[in-house]
């Protein structure tokens, strides 16, 4: 309680344990630091399966976190880790079984030529050595990127993260794409073919870097645009763009930090839904590999993993690829597997997207449902013909929602964007109880 006194002199009010622990937060880490739900933020005490506990012991559904991805405190995960650690946690330069077991299993879930693996510690990490082993291979620098992108928090990230700048520091070097959104974007359903109007803009990327004797690394892409707006490619959309970049001397970066492994259901990576006749070059990964436990990997080809090696500096992580973590990053692995997890994403994706799709029929508020298996997205519009975006009226659902003991969030350039990304152990009861929510605050919800 020192903590809270401390803080109680400065808001001379009597403080809730959870108001409490979020001021003394501010105090410590500042507002550039921020919470869910940050007017009436929620302390979490404990998890499992799809739900948290706050200190009060109430129970919430979590339709929020990709990172838990198996679901919170897998009693399998929770073994592997705990076990491995009781013999021994050292870094990559001694042998070990784990990391050679680990490296086998997750290849075998991607196409052939993908068969060298960099193991890092989160997903920004493994972006960002993606980034160099392009810049290293190529011999280029330029990297095209996507409106509305976020591939990370460290520097050469934000600079290709116009979601969290808004604009870009070094848009010349870094030019950004439309978005390949065919909902609100600059094609949309309508459109003959917008997977090769969306492409050739990245052409004309291209194009114009090539006029300006600028020459193209990589092309980076969440595989489905999750901060941009859970925004699904059009099919054949990555092809063109591959073909496009590799003529020009160039790479595609896969990036399924946030919908790999199952997500999306029908294939192991979101990757695949483009076709099996598409492979990225590079392929990054990270949140739900170590269901929490912080983890990340980059996976590419021998040649441009042979070309990283002819640069005569060594690649060394500290605690990439540790026992530790491949042991959780194993069993992480086995759950998938065991308990068919693709398969409930497939089930319970399609019956959640049937039930928004009746709630769109009733409330003229929902303009779009768009998705895959676990990663669903609602957006929320004041007219379906300007596609305003109802960006209050998210934010009211979102607050409204865990007045009912959900959590779920809202993002997209407007914030209006309703996203399911939950645990992969959500049920078909879950969807029921949430989508029933969501009516009961749609049907007293006004244009705001």
Same mark, same amino acid.
């Given at each position: 309680?020192?903590?809270?006194?401390?803080?109680?002199?400065?808001?001379?009010?009597?403080?809730?344990?959870?108001?409490?622990?979020?001021?003394?937060?501010?105090?410590?880490?500042?507002?550039?630091?921020?919470?869910?739900?940050?007017?009436?933020?929620?302390?979490?005490?404990?998890?499992?399966?799809?739900?948290?506990?706050? @200190?009060?012991?109430?129970?919430?559904?979590?339709?929020?976190?990709?990172?838990?991805?198996?679901?919170?405190?897998?009693?399998?995960?929770?073994?592997?880790?705990?076990?491995?650690? @009781?013999?021994?946690?050292?870094?990559?330069?001694?042998?070990?079984?784990?990391?050679?077991?680990?490296?086998?299993?997750?290849?075998?879930?991607?196409?052939?030529?993908?068969?060298?693996?960099?193991?890092?510690?989160?997903?920004?990490?493994?972006?960002?050595?993606?980034?160099?082993?392009?810049?290293?291979?190529?011999?280029?620098?330029?990297?095209?990127?996507? @409106?509305?992108?976020?591939?990370?928090?460290?520097?050469?990230?934000?600079?290709?993260?116009?979601?969290?700048?808004?604009?870009?520091?070094?848009?010349?070097?870094?030019?950004?794409?439309?978005?390949?959104?065919?909902?609100?974007?600059?094609?949309?359903?309508?459109?003959?073919?917008?997977?090769?109007?969306?492409?050739?803009?990245?052409?004309?990327?291209?194009?114009?870097?090539?006029?300006?004797?600028?020459?193209?690394?990589?092309?980076?892409?969440?595989?489905?645009?999750?901060?941009?707006?859970?925004?699904?490619?059009?099919?054949?959309?990555?092809?063109?763009?591959?073909?496009?970049?590799?003529?020009?001397?160039?790479?595609?970066?896969?990036?399924?930090?946030?919908?790999?492994?199952?997500?999306?259901?029908?294939?192991?990576?979101?990757?695949?839904?483009?076709?099996?006749?598409?492979?990225?070059?590079?392929?990054?990964?990270?949140?739900?590999?170590?269901?929490?436990?912080?983890?990340?990997?980059?996976?590419?080809?021998?040649?441009?993993?042979?070309?990283?090696?002819?640069?005569?500096?060594?690649?060394?992580?500290?605690?990439?690829?540790?026992?530790?973590?491949?042991?959780?990053?194993?069993?992480?692995?086995?759950?998938?597997?065991?308990?068919?997890?693709?398969?409930?994403?497939?089930?319970?994706?399609?019956?959640?997207?049937?039930?928004?799709?009746?709630?769109? @029929?009733?409330?003229?508020?929902?303009?779009?449902?768009?998705?895959?298996?676990?990663?669903?997205?609602?957006?929320?519009?004041?007219?379906?013909?300007?596609?305003?975006?109802?960006?209050?009226?998210?934010?009211?659902?979102?607050?409204?929602?865990?007045?009912?003991?959900?959590?779920?969030?809202?993002?997209?350039?407007?914030?209006?964007?309703?996203?399911?990304?939950?645990?992969?152990?959500?049920?078909?009861?879950?969807?029921?109880?949430?989508?029933?929510?969501?009516?009961?605050?749609?049907?007293?919800?006004?244009?705001?």
């Amino acid at each position: 309680m020192y903590g809270c006194h401390k803080i109680l002199r400065y808001t001379h009010t009597c403080l809730t344990s959870h108001q409490c622990a979020a001021a003394h937060r501010l105090r410590i880490t500042r507002p550039s630091c921020k919470i869910f739900f940050s007017h009436d933020p929620i302390k979490i005490v404990r998890a499992k399966g799809q739900y948290m506990y706050d @200190e009060k012991g109430q129970r919430y559904l979590d339709c929020i976190n990709n990172v838990a991805h198996v679901g919170h405190c897998h009693p399998d995960v929770v073994k592997a880790g705990a076990e491995q650690m @009781e013999q021994l946690n050292t870094n990559s330069r001694f042998l070990h079984d784990n990391l050679v077991l680990f490296a086998q299993k997750l290849q075998a879930t991607l196409p052939e030529r993908l068969s060298v693996c960099y193991f890092v510690n989160s997903g920004s990490e493994a972006n960002d050595l993606a980034l160099r082993l392009a810049w290293q291979y190529t011999n280029n620098r330029d990297v095209i990127t996507l @409106e509305n992108a976020y591939h990370g928090h460290v520097s050469s990230l934000i600079d290709i993260s116009p979601y969290k700048l808004q604009h870009q520091s070094d848009v010349e070097h870094n030019p950004s794409a439309p978005s390949p959104d065919v909902y609100r974007g600059k094609y949309r359903a309508d459109h003959a073919d917008p997977a090769t109007a969306y492409a050739d803009e990245v052409k004309d990327i291209i194009d114009k870097a090539h006029s300006k004797r600028r020459k193209i690394a990589a092309f980076i892409a969440e595989s489905l645009q999750s901060c941009g707006g859970q925004v699904i490619p059009p099919a054949g959309y990555f092809q063109q763009v591959a073909k496009h970049v590799r003529k020009a001397g160039g790479v595609f970066i896969a990036d399924e930090v946030q919908v790999g492994f199952g997500r999306v259901g029908s294939h192991f990576w979101a990757f695949q839904l483009q076709g099996d006749d598409f492979v990225p070059d590079i392929v990054t990964m990270g949140k739900p590999i170590g269901n929490g436990h912080p983890m990340s990997c980059v996976v590419t080809t021998k040649e441009v993993a042979e070309a990283f090696m002819s640069s005569g500096m060594e690649y060394f992580n500290t605690f990439g690829g540790n026992p530790v973590s491949c042991a959780i990053g194993l069993a992480v692995l086995d759950v998938i597997e065991k308990e068919d997890l693709r398969g409930n994403a497939v089930r319970v994706g399609r019956h959640l997207t049937h039930l928004l799709e009746k709630q769109k @029929e009733k409330h003229l508020l929902i303009g779009d449902i768009r998705g895959v298996g676990l990663f669903v997205g609602v957006e929320l519009v004041r007219d379906r013909t300007k596609l305003t975006p109802a960006t209050a009226e998210a934010q009211e659902v979102i607050y409204r929602l865990k007045e009912e003991h959900i959590l779920l969030s809202a993002d997209g350039p407007h914030r209006n964007v309703l996203k399911f990304k939950p645990p992969m152990c959500f049920s078909v009861e879950d969807a029921d109880l949430v989508v029933e929510k969501i009516d009961l605050i749609l049907t007293g919800t006004r244009p705001l």
